[in-house]
């Protein structure tokens, strides 16, 4: 079976969709929660994208509950993001950017949203210190992220150069 994102059941991804979208208007409201639509801790934007963009590769039960919502690939104005990786360095700015407003380094869990972009700064910062302290970072990466921070950027609470 392909997963696809489903919550626990292809019903409850069913029922919180239901309540993010009614069949009336649906191309607005699929544009507006491409967007902006969460419900609990589920993407409806991204969720529909997945289904109608891999609409083959879904198993019957699956395209029968989400054609129940109107939502079926001919009518739908949702593409597949692409597929594009940010540099090293653009990351790095990310967390210049995050440091500059929040004064201080970021939580595992954070995330943040730059020019409608979201970047999972957090986990990223993590796994950057994780890497340097296994000796794996590249010497020039681990040249960016120090720049930013007074002292040893791996501590637990490392102050931004700049506070």
């Known amino acids: 079976m392909v997963r696809l994102g489903w919550v626990s059941s292809p019903q409850s991804t069913l029922s919180a969709l239901k309540g993010g979208v009614s069949t009336e208007e649906s191309d ?9 639509g969460v419900v609990g801790s589920i993407n409806l934007g991204s969720w529909a994208t ?4 891999r609409w083959k590769a879904l198993e019957d039960g699956q395209r029968q509950l989400v054609a ?9 104005t949702l593409t597949p993001r692409p597929a ?3 540099t090293f360095a653009e990351t790095v700015q990310f967390l210049e950017l995050f440091l500059h407003r929040e004064r201080r380094a970021p939580a595992a869990r954070k995330a943040s949203t730059v020019d409608g972009d979201t970047v999972k700064i957090g986990p990223w ?8 302290r296994a ?22 609470d490392p102050a931004p150069a700049f506070a």
């Open 50 to 53: 997945r289904q109608l963009t």
């Open 84 to 86: 594009t990786r940010r």
């Open 28 to 36: 607005e409201n699929l544009d507006r929660l491409a967007a902006e």
């Open 125 to 132: 910062f993590a796994k950057m210190r994780t890497k340097h």
């Open 135 to 156: 000796g794996q970072l590249d010497p020039e990466h681990e040249r960016l992220v120090a720049a930013l921070f007074e002292g040893d950027w791996t501590a637990k």
């Open 68 to 76: 129940a919502l109107d939502l079926t690939p001919a009518p739908s």
